[in-house]
Every structure is written in C-alpha cells, then in structure tokens.
C-alpha cells in the first residue's frame, strides 16, 4: 500500500508559511516535504487540538487558512457543464437531450 503522496512544492511552500506564521516552524520555506516540515505540522496539529500525525488532512489545512470551505462539510459538486449524465443509461441521456430540444 502506498503512502500519502506529497504536494507540489509551491503547496508545500504555503504549509510552511502558514507554519511560520504561526510559530510552528523556524526555517524559512523551502517547498521541500521533510523532517523538519512534518515537526513543524505535529506541533501544529497538537497545539490546535488535533491528533499529531504530522501528516496533511483536511481538517489541518481548514485550521491553517489553506483548506476548501466545503471539505467535510458537503460532498464534491461535479464542475460546471461536467458529464454528470453519465450515469445514465444511453436511453436516458438521448431522452434528456430530446427533452430539452422540444420547444416549451
């Protein structure tokens, strides 16, 4: 089983910083994942009342002002114009698309 995969370095960047703004972290951003990042994020998570995993979770980046204002709360909406329909059946989707061509 593979293990969590590190963000880009510009992401990583944005922990650190976050990180430092807070005092969690004495270096100076580098966009490197290492040992000193994933410290940094374990004093973090146990100052801020969460379990110190020094890994990422929604629930850290939500408290470090990185996090989507939607993670945990609701499930991920499809982007505009996605193909939602395709979890209809073929019949369907031709009868929805000849719905919406008839004139009202």
């Given at each position: 089983m593979k293990?969590?995969?590190a963000p880009a370095p510009d992401r990583i960047g944005?922990?650190?910083?976050a990180l430092v703004k807070d005092g969690s972290y004495a270096g100076v951003p580098t966009g490197k994942w290492d040992d000193s990042t994933a410290a940094a994020l374990r004093r973090y998570q146990s100052a801020h009342?969460?379990?110190p995993t020094g890994k990422l979770d929604a629930l850290t980046l939500e408290k470090l002002?990185?996090?989507s204002e939607t993670a945990g709360v609701a499930p991920p909406t499809p982007p505009p114009n996605a193909a939602a329909n395709r979890l209809l059946s073929r019949?369907?989707?031709r009868e929805e698309i000849k719905n919406e061509n008839q004139p009202e």
């Amino acid at each position: 089983m593979k293990g969590q995969a590190a963000p880009a370095p510009d992401r990583i960047g944005e922990i650190q910083a976050a990180l430092v703004k807070d005092g969690s972290y004495a270096g100076v951003p580098t966009g490197k994942w290492d040992d000193s990042t994933a410290a940094a994020l374990r004093r973090y998570q146990s100052a801020h009342g969460l379990s110190p995993t020094g890994k990422l979770d929604a629930l850290t980046l939500e408290k470090l002002g990185l996090g989507s204002e939607t993670a945990g709360v609701a499930p991920p909406t499809p982007p505009p114009n996605a193909a939602a329909n395709r979890l209809l059946s073929r019949s369907a989707q031709r009868e929805e698309i000849k719905n919406e061509n008839q004139p009202e």
